[in-house]
């Protein structure tokens, strides 16, 4: 567990977690934190206490312990969301304490009640403050629906510090550097894509809450945004402020300059029209990301798609319908409300089709409103017209990218 100090009084506690399905799904290639926050008055608070996948409570109460921090003095635990990688701890906590306050929204509150069986709780309104005296006083911010409904900030005036949970936050372990004034320019391009991969795995459902939540922090006067996950933002929090706008527009059909071609192919038919693609996005000079479904995780699939402008779905007929592993990721994306994307379908089939009408019933079901270059099918292996089809489809969907496109 790393012990940082992030001002007077302002203490993080930040565990990696690794070898984790994140929310059960999610495949995290390369770690996340949990960051809890000390504050420090004449009281003190903990804010969003995790104990990490350890399970070990005692790993806390001894990092707590090393930084100056007697658990049996904290005052005040200030739950910004429910969601256990933020309060798992709460119950052990009783056992060795049992005076303590939570802080929360109402919405948190009755989740606090029904997961963790507490009663001491304070429930906080939009604009509360809480005073914990030698200059530290923390306001209070609800943010409904940036993962769960219970989400708030917490903001602490003297420092203008935000501490804001899910928001702001991303994948990947930290390393010896944890705020963004540290980073070499690999890590932050580190950061940046798995900021992408956080945003799109656990955000983009919310994004229209997510906007609303970025317009409650642009309110605040922020000198540093402390998230619950990844790094600490006290050089430049605009920076992660202004990814996250950018997110946000990528959950909306916008994207970096690049094309994700989700494919499959039973027997190589369909292979051989991707294979054709890929000398025409190379000669064009797009990049691309190659994506053979289902050898993909889910994690990196829905983070190459929503990051990409362009969206080639090159995948034949499976049993009347769609390939099966791309109608899955499909999905997915719907799930994810991944919308607007700029796309273009290509696929084999054997003697019916079908694998076009199933891609017309998933976007109409997910309501993704992507916009389609006219798809082109072809009967068994592709003939040199049809590759002539195939290029036509690209270069179309090139050209309708560009206003789409946002680096
Ligand atoms: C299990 C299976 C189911 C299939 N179902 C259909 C179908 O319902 N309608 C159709 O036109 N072709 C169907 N086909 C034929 C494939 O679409 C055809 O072989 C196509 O060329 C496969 O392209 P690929 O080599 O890129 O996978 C099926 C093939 C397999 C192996
Ligand atoms: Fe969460
Ligand atoms: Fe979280």
Redesign the pocket.
């Known amino acids: 567990m790393k012990k940082l100090k992030i001002a007077d009084g302002i203490h993080m506690l930040s565990m990696n977690v690794e070898d984790i399905l994140f929310e059960g799904i999610w495949e995290i290639a390369n770690g996340v934190t949990l960051n809890s926050y000390i504050v420090q008055g004449e009281k003190t608070a903990i804010i969003d206490g995790v104990i990490g996948w350890d399970g070990i409570p005692e790993t806390l109460y001894r990092n707590l312990a090393e930084i100056g921090v007697d658990p049996k003095k904290i005052d005040y635990l200030i739950v910004n969301h429910m969601e256990p990688d933020h309060s798992g701890w709460i119950s052990n906590f009783r056992k060795i304490k049992d005076d303590f306050t939570i802080i929360c929204t109402d919405q948190a509150g009755k989740m606090v009640s029904s997961f963790y069986g507490e009663d001491r709780i304070k429930i906080v309104k939009e604009g509360d403050t809480l005073d914990l005296g030698r200059g530290k006083v923390l306001s209070f911010h609800p943010v409904p629906n940036v993962h769960w409904p219970d989400t708030m900030y917490t903001y602490e005036r003297g420092t203008k510090t935000l501490f804001s949970c899910d928001m702001f936050g991303a994948f990947g372990r930290l390393g010896e550097h944890c705020f963004d004034d540290e980073l070499t320019p690999e890590e932050m391009d580190f950061f940046e894509a798995e900021g992408i991969r956080y945003y799109s795995n656990v955000m983009a459902t919310f994004t229209p809450s997510v906007k609303r939540a970025i317009e409650k922090a642009k309110t605040l006067e922020i000198k540093t945004i402390a998230p619950g996950h990844g790094l600490v933002y006290r050089k430049n929090p605009q920076k992660i402020i202004a990814d996250y706008v950018r997110f946000s527009r990528y959950a909306e059909g916008a994207g970096k300059r690049e094309v994700t071609i989700l494919w ?9 029209a991707v294979e054709h693609t890929e000398g025409i996005l190379q000669r064009e000079g797009v990049k691309y990301h190659k994506l053979e479904m289902p050898l993909e995780s889910e994690s990196e699939m829905v983070a190459t798609a929503f990051r990409s402008a362009g969206i080639i779905i090159a ?7 769609l ?1 099966p592993p791309v109608a899955a990721a499909l999905n997915e994306l719907g799930r994810k409300k991944i919308a607007g994307k700029t796309a273009f379908r290509f ?9 076009e009408k199933e891609l017309q019933e998933i976007m109409e079901r997910t309501n993704l409103k992507w916009d389609f270059v006219e798809s082109v099918e072809f ?3 592709p003939k040199k017209e049809d590759l002539i089809r195939v290029e036509a489809g690209v270069l179309e969907l090139i050209g309708k990218m560009k206003e789409k496109t946002v680096e």
């Open positions: 499959g192919s039973m027997y190589g038919m369909t292979a051989k995948a034949p007929t499976y049993e009347y319908k390939f696929g084999s089939y054997g003697w019916s089709g079908g694998a009967e068994g292996a």
